[in-house]
């Protein structure tokens, strides 16, 4: 299955699916191509040492979202992509691509939604004083971080961390979890209907994975 990864900063999900197919954990899967919205971003200098096509772009230099999906789409047309992976993207996906992709994109995000969406999620958990969070991979609809769950993994909140000691404990899930649900979906593993989804593998959990104290 060819998939493309969108991201807007580092790209570690990125390096880490890139790792799992190297290794050899992530199998028929080709990331034949990598979108990115800020040029100069990290993930790109990652995507050239993986020797993976990228596609960039600036959101400012298009009048509106359609046409810059567009653009995008022809990108993806171009290389045959059949699966897209958000890992780090922090743009809504509008209608152009929904309407040709609907189902088959997928989102990472650092809580337990539908507890906090949108940005700074990991923030949004320490300031409200949740004893536990975790991470999320769900189908993308036309919302902010409100498509069907896939699933998800819990990690709990210590009284002394910071937002970079919550961060670490969570990238480390996420380079974990992400390259199994793409593995299941390549496999075609991953029933969706309607909001809800249905994972035929055996020893796969959907909501566990609470980090041992």
């Given amino acids: ?3 493309a990864v969108f991201a807007s900063g580092s790209g570690s999900n990125f390096a ?9 954990t992530l199998t028929d899967v080709e990331v034949a191509l990598l979108v990115c919205d800020r040029p100069g971003a990290y993930v790109l200098t990652r995507a050239d040492s993986y020797q993976v096509p990228t596609f960039v772009f600036s959101a400012r230099d298009y009048p509106d979202k359609p046409s ?3 653009e995008i789409l022809k990108q993806l047309e171009e290389f045959g992509i059949e699966l897209i992976v958000l890992a780090g993207y922090m743009r809504l996906i509008g209608d152009t691509l929904l309407k040709v992709y609907g189902g088959h994109i997928i989102n990472l995000h650092p809580s337990l939604l539908p507890s906090f969406p949108g940005k700074d999620a990991i923030g949004q958990a320490l300031r409200y004083g949740v004893k536990v969070t975790g991470i999320t991979v769900h189908f993308v609809d036309e919302g902010m971080d409100t498509g069907p769950i896939i699933a998800q993994r819990s990690i709990p909140v210590y009284g002394s961390d910071t937002e970079e000691t919550l961060a670490a404990r969570i990238h480390r899930e996420e380079h974990h979890l992400l390259p199994q649900v793409i593995q299941l979906l390549v496999d075609g593993k ?3 209907d309607g909001r809800h989804v249905r994972v ?10 609470v980090e041992k104290l």
């Fill in 200 to 209: 035929d593998a055996e020893n796969f959990e959907y909501g566990r994975g």
């Fill in 1 to 3: 299955m060819k998939i």
């Fill in 68 to 70: 810059f999906e567009r």
């Fill in 16 to 24: 880490a699916i890139m790792e799992a197919i190297r290794n050899r």
């Fill in 190 to 192: 991953v029933h969706l």
